[in-house]
């Protein structure tokens, strides 16, 4: 079962507080849901998790864009086409997920956990450097 520092490390973390916050809740929904799933959890409890996590996530697209429009982010249009592929692949997962037994499969999580890193590492921490250039 994976926890939470298996998935978050502090170099994900971007100076921003609100938006850093919002991705440690990101993280921690994902580990739960893996961790219901192998749990042995009542059926649908990985699938309610994973329902928040796809409404959390997209909660959080739009308040990072936000950000990114009242900044000037040069790079907003970039992230806004990542959050839509990520948005289309993560509802695909979770379809796919929802009408099996709601097990969150092992690739799945391994997409999920990746994908999360990889984006806040390659490209959220640059909007806090652009903020604290900016000032």
């Not at 959390?56 to 982010?73: D, G, Q, S, V």
Request: one cysteine or more; proline letters at 3%.
């Amino acid at each position: 079962m994976p926890e939470f520092n298996d998935v978050w490390t502090d170099k994900m973390l971007t100076g921003v507080e609100h938006i850093d916050a919002h991705h440690r809740h990101l993280v921690k929904l994902l580990v739960d849901a893996c961790n219901a799933s192998e749990a042995g959890s009542p059926p649908g409890a990985a699938r309610e998790i994973l329902s928040e996590l796809v409404s959390y996530t997209k909660y959080h697209f739009a308040a990072e864009e936000r950000l990114m429009m009242e900044i000037k982010y040069p790079r907003l249009k970039e992230q806004r086409e990542a959050h839509r592929w990520f948005t289309e692949e993560l509802n695909g997962h979770f379809l796919t997920i929802s009408g099996k037994d709601g097990m969150l499969a092992a690739q799945v999580f391994v997409f999920l956990r990746e994908w999360y890193a990889e984006h806040i590492l390659k490209h959220d921490i640059d909007i806090g450097i652009f903020m604290r250039s900016d000032s």
